[in-house]
Nanobody, 126 residues
């Protein structure tokens, strides 16, 4: 059974750092593009960072570029999102998602992803 499990969320002060992990089971991980999405209260779920199956290509939304880094370890079936210089505007539930996209382009649009984790809360507040 395909499963994605996020971990690493929590509460942090502005300027702080967190590392999210997404552990995958039940499918051929290195065939899939993996994305990190987030949803703040009252807002649409947005793609913030995605990585191609080979990890050769990455995408970052402008809002996180330069602060967040996505990586994946295909030997561990895990994707990471290292987040630095966190801001209150980063407060959201963060989801990882997997999509078999048949391209090396890290498309970061939610409707092409088939499988989703349950989400992990990130709260940035002083």
């Amino acid at each position: 059974q395909l499963q994605l499990v996020e971990s690493g969320g929590g509460s942090v002060q502005p300027g702080g750092s967190l590392r999210l992990s997404c552990a995958a089971t039940g499918f051929t991980f290195d065939y899939y593009t993996i994305g990190w999405f987030r949803q703040a209260p009252g807002k649409e779920r947005e793609g913030i960072s995605c990585v191609s199956p080979s990890a050769g290509r990455t995408y970052y939304a402008d809002s996180v570029k330069g602060r967040f880094t996505i990586s994946r370890d295909n030997t561990k079936n895990t994707v990471y999102l290292q987040m630095h210089t966190l801001e209150p505007e980063d407060t959201a539930v963060y989801y990882c998602a997997a999509g078999r996209l048949f391209t090396n382009q890290p498309i970061c649009v939610r409707n092409v992803y088939d499988y989703w984790g349950q989400g992990t809360q990130v709260t940035v507040s002083s």
